[in-house]
């Protein structure tokens, strides 16, 4: 049974910054390119980051380029987002996705935060 779990969510002030991690079992993880989705209320769901499997090219959306970093380590079959200089329109639940050929998981979601 394939498994993607989030942590690291949070509340935080805005200027500061925050490391999500998504643990993945039952899967190949190396073989997945790795998504990082968020939803704010009333809002689609937009997607945030990719890293590719293999070289771990990343991609991101225009709005978090230069503060949020997308990274992964196969051996611990966990992808990582870490994110900087926070401001309250980051404020969404962010979702871990999976995505292999025709295959594709998510997780649960992590609340994140940014308030003063």
């Known amino acids: 049974q394939v498994q993607l779990v989030e942590s690291g969510g949070g509340l935080v002030q805005p200027g500061g910054s925050l490391r999500l991690s998504c643990a993945a079992s039952?899967?190949?993880?190396?073989?997945?390119?790795m998504n990082w989705y968020r939803q704010a209320p009333g809002k689609d769901r937009e997607l945030v980051a990719t890293?590719?499997?293999?070289?771990?090219?990343?991609t991101y959306t225009d709005s978090v380029k230069g503060r949020f970093t997308i990274s992964r380590d196969n051996l611990k079959a966990t992808a990582y987002l870490q994110m900087n200089s926070l401001n309250p329109e980051d404020t969404a639940v962010y979702y871990c996705?999976?995505?292999?050929?025709?295959?594709?998981?998510w997780g649960q979601g992590t609340q994140v935060t940014v308030s003063s």
């Open positions: 996705h999976a995505t292999w050929n025709y295959m594709a998981y």
């Open positions: 039952g899967l190949t993880f190396s073989r997945y390119a």
């Open positions: 890293i590719t499997s293999g070289y771990g090219s990343a």
